[in-house]
């Protein structure tokens, strides 16, 4: 596709709950990054992929987050046991380059409501 | 870690006025990259600075990166119904974090 593409683009899931977000990068970009940004914040690193290597996981708030790209281009951002406070808009960028800059392009983002 | 305050929080101006958004690092910036936030929708990349002292501007938007690199000025000028947003200021990384700043919310009132 034309741009990065995040599904769904919203989520409502009973506390508990597992869920799995979706990103599709443009295609043959090497970074992959994911942002939490809650209500009225700026987004929050949350993890790091070149290719389908998970380079920096320092950004996800517990073990109940998981990431993977197994084959370098669709990255799923897993969230195990939702709790209200992930409630938050998940955001995905992909880059041509190493790290994030002016090639940073942004998916429209997957809303997350925990009830 | 970096961190990267904006001020102001919100603001709220009349069509045709000018602003400025601020953005302060609390650590030497070895590039600035400004993104406008649409609600509901991802990061439009607006602009991209490194080097002390430079200056970009594209349409009625200028970014400015002060000489000690420490701030950054976003300045829209003639301010439209379309500049509406959330502005983001961003840190270039130091390995693979990118970190955002807090974000100024713009309402421009017809």
């Known amino acids: 596709g034309a741009g990065v593409s995040q599904s769904p683009r919203y989520k409502v899931a009973k506390r508990g709950q597992d869920v799995a977000l979706r990103c599709d990068p443009i295609s043959g970009h090497v970074s992959l990054f994911w942002y939490q940004q809650a209500l009225g914040q700026g987004p929050e690193f949350l993890t790091y992929f070149q290719n389908e290597a998970q380079l920096d996981k320092s950004g996800l708030p517990s073990d109940r987050f998981f990431a993977e790209r197994p084959e370098g281009s669709v990255s799923t951002l897993k969230i195990q046991r939702t709790q209200q406070e992930d409630s938050a808009v998940y955001l995905c960028?992909?880059?041509?380059?190493?790290?994030?800059?002016?090639?940073?392009?942004f998916g429209q983002g997957t809303r997350l409501t925990v009830v | 870690s970096q961190e990267l305050e904006q001020s102001p929080q919100s603001l709220i101006v009349q069509e045709g006025k000018n602003l400025t958004i601020n953005c302060t690092s609390s650590?030497?910036?070895?590039?600035l990259y400004w993104y406008k936030q649409k609600y509901g929708e991802g990061l439009i990349f607006l602009m991209m600075?490194?080097?002390?002292?430079e200056e970009k501007s594209h349409e009625k938007i200028t970014a400015k990166l002060d000489e000690k690199k420490q701030q950054s000025s976003l300045h829209i000028t003639a301010s439209q119904p379309s500049h509406a947003g959330i502005y983001l200021c961003?840190?270039?990384?130091?390995?693979?974090?990118?970190?955002f700043g807090t974000g100024t919310s713009l309402t421009v009132i017809p």
């Open positions: 960028a992909s880059s041509l380059g190493v790290g994030v800059g002016a090639e940073a392009f």
């Open positions: 650590k030497t910036l070895y590039g």
């Open positions: 961003g840190a270039a990384p130091s390995g693979n974090q990118f970190y």
């Open positions: 600075l490194q080097k002390g002292g």
